[in-house]
């Protein structure tokens, strides 16, 4: 009962996090469960059976609060459902002391990317109402969907940095069509999984726990997305992910590192994410007070 309360809040925390951030579910669930010493692709399957119900929950709740562009769902959601149908078929073939550390990678490299993109470079807001053409949207769509299923995640942290950084998208909008259009990419990997698996490995407990979880946060996220700086969130869901990851790259056999060698990575990787929250919170505060001064400035002179 005890692991089924801490997977509920874990799910509750990864949604609010992906609701309104536009990422982090997949690999921040997949990264718990790799913890706990769940075979990859059967953790994978887990969380994308319980993202079945949450991304439902988040699309109908962002689509409620207008962050829902229909368009780009369709654009990039049938394309992202076949290539996390593909990944997760590619993921069910491995064998588990091969899976493991390359799940792992993934993460961590995916992790990397979510704290080093929103660290140092914010939420960008150029070029702001032009199209996203489907030759863009379709590519991106299969490899964000491929690697979410290899990955347990993916989905958002390749497909929202993407859409975000073409400056065509607000952000809410981008999060909130990326979050609907997991659905379909949730429901692909899932029937992946289960062609490819059957039931073996899963825990159907822990996918009602993370699902209850993700329920109750999904449309409180939807909501927050217009509150959380994603800045400062992202910096810090990224740090999560990173030495939780390297923590099980360590201690695989790939590596196999004696303690000696793993407190010292630990301190410094502790460091580093500290340094980049701390990068994260003064910047994010910067651009408050320099927005707060432009807005003083266009305001007219009365006599």
């Known amino acids: 009962m005890r692991t089924l309360v801490l997977l509920a809040l874990a799910g509750l925390g990864a949604q609010l996090v992906d609701g309104s951030l ?3 579910y997949g690999v921040t669930s997949t990264t718990l469960l790799l913890a706990m010493g769940t075979n990859p692709a059967a953790a994978s399957a887990t969380v994308h059976l319980a993202e079945i ?18 368009k780009v769902v369709a654009k990039i959601g049938v394309p992202g459902a076949v290539g996390a149908f593909l990944g997760a078929t590619v993921l069910s073939q491995l064998s588990t002391a091969v899976a493991e550390p390359v ?10 990317y ?24 379709s590519p991106l769509g299969v490899v ?5 299923a290899t990955g347990g995640g993916g989905w958002g ?12 998208m607000e952000p809410r909008k981008v999060i909130g069509s990326i979050d609907t259009s997991e659905f379909l990419v949730a429901v692909a ?13 899963l825990n159907w407990g822990w996918v009602a726990a993370f699902l209850l979880g993700g329920l109750i946060a999904a449309p409180i996220a939807a909501w ?36 000696s060698l793993s407190t010292p990575v630990y301190v410094l990787l502790y460091a580093l994410w500290a340094a980049a929250l701390t990068y994260s919170i003064r910047a994010y505060r910067k651009e408050q007070v320099a927005e707060t001064e432009s807005a003083e400035e266009r305001q007219p002179v009365t006599a």
């Open 103 to 112: 799940m792992s990678l993934i993460l961590l490299g995916l992790g990397l």
């Open 53 to 70: 119900g949450t991304t439902l929950m988040s699309g109908a709740a962002h689509w409620r609060f207008g962050n829902v562009d229909w």
């Open 22 to 24: 536009g990422m982090a």
């Open 157 to 168: 942290p390749v497909g929202t940095p993407a859409l975000l950084a073409s400056g065509r």
């Open 224 to 259: 927050l997305v217009r509150l959380v700086p994603p800045r400062v969130l992202g910096s810090a869901v990224g740090g999560v992910i990173i030495v939780t990851n390297v923590r099980t790259l360590l201690k695989s056999d790939w590596v196999g590192a004696s303690s």
């Open 189 to 201: 990997a899932s029937l992946g999984f289960l062609f490819s698996l059957g039931s073996q490995g």
């Open 144 to 148: 964000a969907g491929f690697l979410d």
């Open 114 to 137: 979510v704290m080093s993109r929103f660290t140092f470079r914010g939420m960008p807001k150029g070029n702001l109402g032009k199209p996203l053409r489907k030759r863009f949207l």
